[in-house]
């Protein structure tokens, strides 16, 4: 009950003193966007992860806590655009001074906006505030689902052409004697059994590229961007989060995810959809202590097919439901946490080029998103 004790404080805290008292301050309503921020500001703590350092030679840089502020409110406010999120700081002004800006005059212009941006990228603080926000609610917590899924990044630049890969042509039939073909060289999902973390997540491949995948209703779709790997607790809240190519296959992911979300989190039941139905990924869940609940993949074996469907067919006969069934159907959680994510909270608005920079743009809506899901939780 600890989290959701913390939580309730939080949210009484909220509406009961803190909202009345900005709201006596700035002279103006606040409306829910406003609330949220402040929220999110008050779970985050950008003051500890972001220093300002006055008093060094040349120039002052501008504050890069407002202006981490302003990039966290941008998904919130449904701002698409830098330009245009310089334009709303101007004319809303409890939207202004919540970032830390008493007058129009002290808002930095478009290019040191984006070159606060790239730092905010290249260090990963909006990953690095996420990650503190899920250790710190979820402390001495225990969560039941871990639902994984991945979603389309559509991004506005060009794939990255692969290299083509010169293979020696293979002879057919039965080598001669003493001839020794070359053998195939391991899958990732084996190499990633003897690798750690920081390697495996570093093995990933991160450029924009082409990527296809069979939607909900069985029709294939492309999209040239990138790729996002959720791991999404009981509540539709993320834990953690991966972003790569868009071609990789949702399974090469599955293993340095759970990793990272089992050094976040304590849980019990790993819930993956078919495209992860493979004994390595198996092996390494019940590894880390959980139990996996993996869509069956029959692939090419026909009479598998038919074998689940005909025991599909018995069980809604009988009007039994099995409990690993019961369970995977918590995994419609992860997307509700994707279409969250891209409808209300700057999923779809990429304007950022690069991985680094596409990730930390995401990563700010992750943030708001996760404490969105917080407060329903008490509300």
Request: charged residues 30%; positive net charge; glycine residues 6%.
């Amino acid at each position: 009950m600890r989290l959701l004790e913390s939580l309730t404080q939080c949210w009484k805290t909220c509406q009961h003193e803190l909202f009345p008292r900005l709201q006596d301050h700035y002279k103006e309503p606040l409306n829910e966007q406003h609330k949220l921020f402040v929220t999110v500001l008050g779970l985050i703590q950008i003051e500890n992860f972001v220093h300002n350092w006055p008093g060094l030679p040349g120039r002052p840089a501008s504050d890069r806590q407002a202006l981490a502020r302003a990039f966290a409110a941008k998904p919130i406010f449904k701002i698409k655009q830098t330009a245009a999120l310089i334009e709303r700081l101007k004319i809303d002004r409890t939207l202004r001074q919540l970032c830390g800006w008493t007058s129009t005059k002290q808002i930095p212009s478009e290019a040191t906006f984006s070159r606060a941006f790239a730092e905010f990228a290249e260090s990963g603080l909006p990953t690095r505030m996420h990650e503190a926000l899920i250790k710190s609610a979820y402390k001495e917590q225990i969560v039941g689902h871990i639902s994984r899924d991945s979603t389309a990044i559509e991004a506005r630049e060009k794939p990255v052409k692969k290299p083509k890969i010169d293979e020696p042509k293979r002879k057919r039939g039965r080598p001669k004697k003493g001839e020794e073909r070359p053998q195939k060289p391991p899958r990732r999902l084996e190499l990633q059994k003897d690798m750690t973390l920081p390697e495996m997540l570093a093995d990933l491949p991160k450029p924009c590229d082409v990527g296809s995948k069979q939607n909900a209703k069985g029709y294939r779709q492309s999209w040239v961007g990138y790729k996002l790997h959720i791991d999404t607790a009981d509540g539709g809240i993320p834990i953690s989060c991966v972003l790569t190519s868009a071609s990789l296959h949702d399974s090469q992911a599955a293993i340095p995810l759970a990793t990272m979300t089992d050094e976040r989190v304590n849980s019990c039941y790993d819930l993956m959809d078919a495209a992860y139905d493979c004994p390595e990924i198996k092996d390494h869940s019940r590894s880390l202590g959980h139990v996996p609940i993996i869509d069956v993949n029959p692939r090419a074996d026909k009479a598998l097919k038919e074998e689940l469907a005909a025991e599909a067919k018995r069980l809604k006969l009988l009007g039994h439901r099995m409990p690993e069934d019961i369970r995977y159907n918590e995994r419609s959680t992860a997307e509700r946490t994707n279409a969250r994510l891209k409808d209300e909270f700057g999923g779809r608005d990429i304007w950022v080029k690069g991985n680094e920079k596409v990730m930390c743009h995401l990563m700010f809506g992750i943030l708001a998103l996760t404490v969105d899901q917080m407060m329903r939780l008490v509300a």
